[in-house]
């Protein structure tokens, strides 16, 4: 699949642009010109050659603080959708095995998740156990995990009546065994797609949190923290918010980028990508041949 998806423009796109939001989250600390933390006199000071993107209203490095700012945004993104995805993928496969006592209590939880308002339901969690991001990721990702329930749910039910899998389990195959060796295969492309869009998602939801405060500790940086802190002074730097609202913005389109070339390279679809592709092979190959035979 990752071949296929790197097949496609989009996907390389989408792949690039990734990466380097990856390599902002590992190494941004340690690229940062200067310490993101120090404050000074120089205040609300435009873009210079020492201010790349000026300062903040206390002074700090505003290019500084967004690289060191990048960690936590990947970071809880990331919370986000593998928490949903180990909440919601699991029990999505296994209702379909697991009789219907549990398949009812499952599809009863998912619909109550889907019901609670995610942002209200994290900050009452938040004041419970305390203002962290861990915290809050962790609330927010059981909140998105219906999506992966249901994905997984209906991709298993799809390969659940396929004659291979009712002859393995009449076999006396265990259930664990055919969801390893026949039901994975197929239910991964659309979690895969599932995944791609809920760190997209994930983005979003921290940045929104952070944006209002929740989940992190103030002075640290946070890219939602930033546009926060800039809209306060707009009259003063209307141009503040444009940095870290794009690496957001950018970030996000990735992600539902690389879901879409995910989606066109799996299934059917993908299959006919490699169809067409062996076809071309052939035809390079058999070229030189009909020019010899023509000679």
């Known amino acids: 699949m990752v071949r296929r998806v ?43 050659g020492a201010h790349w993107l000026g300062t903040d209203y206390l ?11 990048s960690r936590i945004s990947v970071l809880g993104s990331l919370e986000v959708a593998l928490t949903a995805l180990v909440v919601g993928a699991i029990p999505g496969i296994l209702s379909v095995y697991s009789g219907r006592v549990f ?22 969690v938040i004041a419970l156990l305390g ?41 006396g195959a265990s259930v664990g065994w055919v969801v390893r060796r026949h039901v ?14 809920t760190i ?3 983005f979003v939801i921290v940045s929104s949190l952070t944006f209002l405060g929740i989940g992190v500790q103030p002075p640290a940086p946070t890219w939602g923290g930033l546009l926060a802190s800039d809209l306060g002074y707009l009259s003063h730097q209307p141009w503040a918010p444009v940095a870290p609202a794009l690496l957001i913005m950018v970030t996000v389109w990735a992600c539902n980028l690389l879901a ?36």
């Not at 792949?15 to 590992?26: E, T, Y």
């Not at 203002?131 to 799809?158: E, K």
């Open 260 to 295: 879409d070339a995910i989606r066109d390279v799996s299934g059917e679809a993908g299959r006919a990508l490699v169809d067409q592709r062996k076809a071309r092979a052939r035809t390079g190959t058999s070229a030189p041949v009909s020019v010899g035979g023509s000679r």
């Open 6 to 48: 790197l097949s496609l423009t989009s996907g390389r796109i989408a792949v690039g642009i990734l990466v380097l939001i990856a390599l902002l989250a590992v190494c941004g600390p340690w690229l940062a010109p200067q310490d993101p933390l120090a404050t000074s006199d120089n205040t609300l000071a435009s873009a210079s």
């Open 103 to 124: 398949e009812w209590l499952t599809l009863r939880l998912a619909d109550t998740l889907v019901a609670l308002p995610f942002l209200l339901f994290a900050i009452a």
């Open 59 to 69: 002074g700090r490095d505003v290019f500084s603080r967004l690289l060191d700012g």
């Open 200 to 202: 997209g998602v994930g």
């Open 131 to 171: 203002n962290g991001i861990t915290q809050a990721m962790l609330v927010t990702g059981a909140l998105v995990s219906p999506l992966f329930y249901r994905v997984s749910r209906a991709a298993t039910l799809a390969v659940a009546r396929s004659p291979y899998v009712e002859a393995a389990i009449v076999s």
């Open 184 to 197: 994975w295969v197929k239910v991964l492309p659309p979690i895969a797609v599932a995944l791609a869009q």
